[in-house]
């Protein structure tokens, strides 16, 4: 099993839609979440940190659900510029690093 | 502006010729890391340094080397690069607080094509 999994997609929705995706971790005792937002062949960009007790920052969501081992990611009124990977990210308990998911590839269609 | 800069953005090279992909934040952060990106497969760790001289392995560490001498630069260095080399190059670094990484900041990327 992957140590964060992502559905691939591409999600294809169109503009004004709400649109939101999951991210499962493996490690039960992971500390800290995020989401990074990646354009086509640019650096990832920090999106949000996920806390426990979820947050929001504008049109966007992030949640966190220890029990069940994900965290979620919610854009609503989505706009052409939302296009994009976005990617899932966890540091593991125990480990030096951040783990990576794949990346969540969506498109905003007018 | 706080930034990691990596230098080259593009490289194209021959199979065996050394080459060195520079890294400098101007941050003052402790945790540096070299992440290579795919398609399909994602972002996956080479090498990580947690402070000058201090380096380890990532996930992915083979035909790849670091140094640390400096707590603002972290080269990679590839001695003898082959064709599955070829790819996306990521350099990031992050504060350490409490034993967990915090926000990753990333420099531009270098698309390496080993022919």
């Known amino acids: 099993r992957k140590e964060v999994e992502q559905d691939p997609g591409p999600f294809n929705v169109p503009e004004g839609a709400t649109v939101a995706f999951n991210c499962t971790y493996s490690?039960?005792?992971?500390?800290?979440f995020f989401w990074y937002r990646q354009d086509c062949r640019k650096e990832p960009k920090l999106l949000m940190s996920v806390y426990s007790s979820g947050n929001e920052d504008g049109r966007f969501t992030a949640q966190l659900n220890r029990a069940s081992q994900y965290i979620s990611l919610l854009i609503r009124d989505s706009k052409l510029s939302d296009s994009a990977t976005y990617l899932c990210v966890v540091n593991p308990q125990g480990a030096q690093k951040l783990v990576f998911g794949q990346g969540t590839r969506l498109t905003i269609n007018p | 502006e706080a930034q990691v800069t990596q230098n080259p953005r593009y490289l194209i090279t021959v199979t065996g010729k050394k080459l060195t992909v520079t890294c400098s934040q101007n941050m003052n952060h402790e945790y540096m890391s070299w992440y290579r990106q795919d398609p399909g497969l994602g972002l996956r760790q080479i090498y990580y340094?947690?402070?000058?001289?201090?380096?380890d392995k990532g996930d992915v560490p083979e035909g790849y080397k670091v140094s640390r001498k400096e707590k603002r630069n972290f080269p990679l260095i590839l001695e003898s690069p082959s064709p599955n080399q070829t790819s996306l190059y990521f350099c990031a670094s992050s504060l350490w607080q409490g034993g967990m990484n915090t926000e990753a900041f990333f420099g531009q990327g270098t698309r390496l094509t080993v022919v």
């Open positions: 340094s947690m402070n000058v001289e201090v380096t």
């Open positions: 490690n039960s005792a992971s500390q800290s």
